[in-house]
């Protein structure tokens, strides 16, 4: 079962979202670091194709696809360097397949912190930037020592010195249009942003008209290097609201 990991800074609407995807009961607080240990859940993924077929076939036993998903505590400025819940946090980073950021776009006097979510993902991919560049540092140059010597790990040592140059600039791996070979090379060294990506932009209630600007925005500055990282635009704590709703029709209605 794959893992998605939900990454954010504080008070981004990371539980609220799990919540809402799990049905679980994760506290959601307006505070920092309320999550500090991961919440675990899993969320079924709709296919109206298959509820159908089950229909027509008048089957009782319908299985949807399962997603784990992983409520991760808060990202702070400096989490590379051990600020926050800092090395704890990028550990469980390390452990999920697919990182889904939540990017705050809602204002709100009672929860602080900044409502940009551009803001709000320049920190995050800067955080995790910088901490595969950590890793990568300490590898890399005994990596291309050892190929003068092995051709076996020549592909490792070339895949660890393009990583190094796009993370030297700041760009996440993700963005700098690595092909599959060179992320297969990658793979053993679980680095944070050598995975897939979507983003979630969380906007307010009374917003809700707003969601496409806020979609295009953040696609814009994700999709700057011609990657297609998908971005959803909602209010998380509607869907949230939405998730404990026991009726189908009034869930989907609400």
């Given at each position: 079962m794959e893992r998605f990991g939900l990454v954010g800074?504080?008070?981004?609407?990371?539980?609220?979202?799990?919540?809402?995807?799990?049905?679980g009961g994760a506290l959601a607080a307006p505070y920092a670091f309320a999550t500090r240990d991961p919440n675990i859940g899993v969320a079924r993924v709709?296919?109206?194709?298959?509820?159908?077929?089950?229909e027509m076939s008048a089957s009782r036993n319908i299985v949807h696809t399962a997603v784990q998903v992983v409520d991760i505590g808060g990202l702070v400025e400096g989490a590379s360097k051990g600020e926050g819940?800092?090395?704890?946090?990028?550990?469980?980073i390390r452990e999920v397949d697919a990182v889904m950021f939540v990017l705050r776009a809602f204002g709100d006097s009672d929860v602080p912190g900044p409502t940009d979510p551009l803001d709000h993902l320049r920190v995050l991919e800067l955080e995790l930037a910088?901490?595969?560049?950590?890793?990568?540092?300490?590898?890399?140059?005994?990596?291309?020592?050892?190929?003068?010597?092995?051709?076996?790990?020549?592909?490792?040592?070339?895949?660890?010195?393009?990583?190094h140059a796009a993370l030297s600039e700041g760009t996440p791996l993700y963005r700098a249009a690595l092909d599959g070979e060179t992320q297969l090379a990658l793979a053993p060294h679980y680095l944070l942003t050598n995975r897939r990506v979507l983003a979630v932009v969380n906007v307010g209630e009374g917003d809700l008209d707003r969601i496409p600007e806020f979609e295009a925005l953040v696609a814009a500055e994700l999709n700057d290097a011609g990657d297609e990282v998908e971005v959803i635009?909602?209010?998380v704590q509607l869907e949230?609201?939405?998730?404990?709703?026991?009726?189908?029709?009034?869930?989907?209605?609400?």
């Open positions: 800074l504080p008070n981004a609407g990371k539980s609220s979202l799990y919540n809402a995807l799990t049905g709709p296919d109206e194709r298959l509820d159908r077929l089950a819940l800092g090395n704890r946090f990028l550990a469980n910088l901490a595969d560049l950590e890793t990568v540092e300490a590898r890399v140059t005994r990596a291309q020592k050892a190929a003068r010597l092995d051709r076996s790990v020549v592909a490792e040592a070339e895949a660890l010195t393009v990583a635009g909602m209010c949230a609201e939405a998730a404990t709703i026991e009726d189908p029709a009034e869930r989907a209605e609400m």
